[in-house]
């Protein structure tokens, strides 16, 4: 292999690097305590200020140390996100703005909405601002759907374009925003806060840009593909990395000032997949900042450990499938078969949601319990073990799909949720047993959506 090196699964079972134990049960018991320790609490709030809110594509903590998240409505013509932030105090959720209102793009404009924060919150820490971006998907006020395509010239429906925000978490008021791309939606943001560079990626076209935070300049470095990735992580050399099409890293250094891909595709289930579709869904720092680990947007989603320093690309491990085993001749959706939120909390763990569903043949979840479910595990960097310690319980139904996952400065983990069937959305807090807590959990912070 050349530039590149990927480790399989069946390479770590050989080697017992990677045990039997690490991959998850198609079944397993009943969550509730673990043999390491107490039992993890989980409580579900609702986007109580915003009805019209039918998913949750982003949630960050912030420089603050407090939890932010997305009450997104593209489900609803007109429909606009409005931002939330967990209330420690009074244990619920604070409206806090509308964000159409606050770029001067309201929601009955006429024009494609600004329905959503998509993987898009980015905060600074020296200066307490909160980054983020909108996306578009949401219909105008007097149409059922909207397609970019369609309506690209049309100057009355055309989506004025994806909108930065930079919010004083200080101050609690808007610095100032801009339109960070015309036209087009953000699909998912990234900050490199010593460089003040913003980068992002285009949807529908799949275009990587830069944008100076100082100079308020954007520029469009290229086309990358037709799908998108869902995340860009930083390395240490400042370099910005996503996925293409196919599966191969992308990454923009900023010196020579180009994208480049790698020789060699993501970790994919080789059986029945090409690679194709397997972009990043989801990337964490370790705490030491020397690897990520992510989860692939396909069916079967793999987990995988990638090491950006090493090499003159990264290597990376193949942590095998994140959801349970099954039939390979049955189409899977990816609404149903998915991994995300992940994210490291105070015990140095890292802790993720992964979809579960009822299967006769690999999975035959008793009667009492729900149709699809989002299990919380929790896998040690070391051994690679792994552990289930919590469900997510939604009040009226399945709690499968989450987007994304945060801690706060308390150590308390956050998982945003994805609208099942006209149930209400929001998010899940888990609360950490005392002694996996601990102050300023939420450092080194992610800054990245």
């Not at 980054?131 to 100057?155: E, F, K, N, Q, R």
């Not at 029945?272 to 030491?288: C, I, L, R």
């Not at 003159?312 to 149903?336: C, H, K, N, V, Y």
Request: glycine content about 8%; proline content about 8%.
């Amino acid at each position: 292999m050349r530039n590149a090196t990927t480790i399989h699964r069946r390479d770590f079972l050989k080697t017992g690097v990677l045990s039997a134990a690490a991959v998850p049960l198609a079944a397993p018991p009943a969550p509730g305590g673990t043999d390491a320790g107490p039992p993890y609490s989980c409580k579900f709030y609702p986007f109580t200020d915003h009805p019209n809110a039918d998913t949750c594509w982003s949630l960050s903590v912030g420089p603050d140390g407090r939890i932010y998240a997305s009450a997104c409505a593209e489900g609803s013509p007109g429909g606009t996100v409005k931002l939330m932030r967990y209330n420690e105090t009074t244990d619920k959720l604070d409206y806090l703005f509308d964000l159409a209102e606050k770029v001067d793009d309201p929601g009955d404009s006429g024009r494609a909405s600004q329905c959503k924060i998509h993987y898009s919150f980015a905060p600074s820490m020296s200066d307490g601002i909160m980054y983020m971006a909108t996306h578009l998907s949401g219909p105008p006020i007097d149409l059922p759907v909207y397609s970019p395509w369609y309506s690209w010239h049309d100057p009355k429906r055309c989506f004025r374009g994806a909108a930065v925000v930079a919010y004083d978490t200080r101050k609690e008021e808007i610095a100032w925003w801009d339109t960070l791309i015309p036209k087009e939606g953000c699909r998912c943001l990234a900050f490199d806060e010593e460089r003040g560079t913003l980068y992002a990626l285009s949807y529908p076209r799949d275009h990587f840009i830069t944008y100076d935070v100082k100079k308020r300049r954007r520029r469009d470095i290229g086309r990358i593909g037709s799908i998108n990735g869902q995340a860009i992580f930083l390395d240490k050399k400042h370099r910005a990395y996503t996925t293409n099409d196919y599966g191969h890293l992308v990454r923009y250094t900023p010196e020579k000032d180009r994208l480049e891909w790698s020789p060699e595709p993501l970790p994919h289930d080789r059986r029945n997949q090409t690679g194709w579709h397997s972009v990043f869904y989801d990337v964490v720092a370790s705490p030491d900042r020397e690897c990520v680990y992510a989860s692939t947007w396909i069916p079967q989603p793999r987990l995988m450990r990638i090491w950006p320093n090493e090499g003159e690309w990264p290597r990376i491990e193949d942590l095998g499938p994140a959801t349970q085993e099954q039939d390979l001749s049955f189409p899977q959706s990816m609404f149903t078969d998915h991994c995300g939120g992940l994210t490291f909390a105070a015990d140095a763990r890292l802790y993720y949601v992964a979809s579960r569903w009822r299967d006769a043949r690999y999975n035959p979840l008793p009667a009492n319990r729900e149709e699809r479910e989002g299990a919380v595990w929790r896998m040690d960097p070391g051994t690679l073990k792994r552990e289930e310690v919590a469900l997510l319980k939604h009040p009226v139904g399945t709690a499968h799909y989450v987007s994304r996952g945060a801690v706060d400065h308390r150590g308390d983990l956050f998982f945003g949720y994805i609208n099942h069937r006209g149930r209400p959305a929001g998010i899940f807090r888990v609360t950490m047993p005392a002694d996996r807590k601990k102050e300023n959990a939420h450092l080194p912070i992610r800054v990245w959506g």
